[in-house]
């Protein structure tokens, strides 16, 4: 029985700010227990080239020893990133062949960049896969060796190298199964499929078929394109809230043409389902502050006894049913929610060079040039603070809280105004909140 390998070869970049490659090595089809040969020149069949409204495609044919000859198309729907790719081997010679399927991704990656200011420090830089049974599973780069080898058999799954916005994933025929493993050589770092075994008689044919996604990660293309190629998006565990909070997102781009306003509107409509829970905090807040005269006045009585001004101030609560917690439950709630969005932001590509306001923030994914988002955050936290009350705080934890707005104005200049925005409108409207329901639940401060 012969064994011969066929290869084609072709390198996928990527717009990404490495602007490094990722070489793909395509379907090569040869002995299972070596790596595959470099093939001869293949063919381009000229008369095979047809473009049409929807789509553009070309063949190409390679052949080998003993009549063995490779058959590939490639398909490309206009506006897609999921290329097809069709693969016929026809065994043309005299005697038996065997080989097996093998599909590859590989990459040098860049050096990590780190810091809490730099979206990219969030979004997986690494490999993906994703399997019916064990679902979406990822691993770093940095972990290619230390988590141990893949070697899982999975049929109607799919394999990746993923970078923060962009994704090149190979998606084998879902009913051919194929053994994904991961590897380093060098630098240079690997995850394949192989599989399925291929056994050729004489004058016999296999075609296999698979998906060779390029481009960034957009979410209704991934989903369409494979089952759970869409959690390349990767939210972590927000995920469940991350995917509905994005699609709305979408939906109110095309209202408003403008990925800036969306922000803005989705932040809206976040904080009105909320407001119930919001109302509830404010409310606790506003009995809180009736009872700082007399929360002051136990704290002048006991001085240094900090432990004896703790048991009074709990005594009152008690006394006048005060829930110290009431103002904090309703925020653990809707933290979930607004991190969920945050993620959301830091992986929608779709903000990539995206405009708000032409003239200051070009790019959503940049930092604001003139840093009047940044200031505006910690304004809006300033003026926040003064409507707040500092219940039980002692003066070096007053004098703390009084330098945050700064410290997040600072902070927040350097990340992407994207989501500065987010930060500035939800704290305006949080807010405006709470000046109304300030005003709604004001009472005359308890006398001391």
Known sequence: MT?????????VSLPASSLRSYPTIADAVGE??????????????TNEYVTTADTVSVRFVATGGNGLQLRRSYSLA???????????????????WSGMVYRQLLRNPPAAKGGFTNPEAFSLSGAAWYSPEDKYEKRKYPDFVEDGPLDQQVTGGWVALSQHYFLTAWVPQKDQGALYSLGVEGGLHRIEARGPQVSLAPGQRFTSDATLWVGPKLAVQLDATAPGLGLALDYGMFTVLSKPIHWLLTQLHKLTANWGWAIVLLV????????????????SMAKMRKFQPRIEQLKERYGDDKQKFQMAMMELYKKEKINPAGGCLPILVQMPVFLALYYVLLEAVELRQAPW????????????????????????????????????MDPMQKKMMQTMPLIMAVMFAFFPAGLVLYWVTNGALGMLQQWWNTKRYAEEPAKA
């Open 78 to 96: 206009r506006g897609s990133y999921a290329l097809q790719v069709r693969d016929e081997l026809v065994n043309s010679g005299a005697a038996p």
């Open 32 to 45: 299972p227990a070596a790596p595959p040969k470099l093939p001869p020149t293949p063919t381009f069949l």
């Open 357 to 392: 306001i032409m003239g200051w923030v070009g790019d959503l994914t940049a930092q604001d040039p003139f840093f009047i988002l940044p200031i505006l955050n910690g304004a809006i936290m300033w003026a926040t603070q003064k409507m707040t009350p500092m219940v039980g």
């Open 3 to 11: 064994k011969h390998a066929l290869l084609f070869l072709f390198s």
């Open 268 to 283: 809206v409509l976040i904080k009105l389902a909320l407001y119930p829970l919001s109302a509830a905090q404010y409310k």
